[in-house]
């Protein structure tokens, strides 16, 4: 099974994307999916999230702004992202973790916030 990620772009400050992640095929014992992103030069980190039972997960410097959702029949998950700052410019990759089996990741998208 793999990850394809979706949505990237250049966008203005205050702009808005819509990234989308979707799995090949079924995922089982799935247990949450969700976005990290990486800027250069820093460390990745944690973005969203969403576990099996519908409840989110946000990094502050998000919260208000991004909105994760999930979709639990097609094993995807999209994560609406408002008031882009550029701060928030990065490489976004979804996973997909997994009861005992490794965590599954997408291919990275690039998400450039830039006037």
């Known amino acids: 099974v793999q990850l394809q990620a979706s949505g990237g772009g250049l966008v203005q400050p205050g702009g808005s994307l819509r990234l989308s992640c979707a799995a090949s095929?079924?995922?089982?014992?799935?247990?949450?999916m969700g976005w990290y992103r990486q800027a250069p030069g820093k460390q990745r980190e944690l973005v969203a999230s969403?576990?099996?039972?519908?409840?989110?997960h946000y990094v502050d410097s998000v919260k208000g702004r991004f909105t994760i959702s999930g979709d639990n029949a097609k094993n995807a998950v999209a994560l609406q992202m408002n008031n882009l700052k550029v701060e928030d410019t990065a490489v976004y990759y979804c996973?997909?973790?997994?009861?005992?089996?490794?965590?599954?990741w997408g291919q990275g998208t690039l998400v450039t916030v830039s006037s």
């Open positions: 996973y997909a973790a997994r009861s005992g089996s490794s965590t599954l």
């Open positions: 095929g079924s995922i089982l014992s799935l247990t949450r």
């Open positions: 969403i576990i099996s039972g519908g409840s989110t």
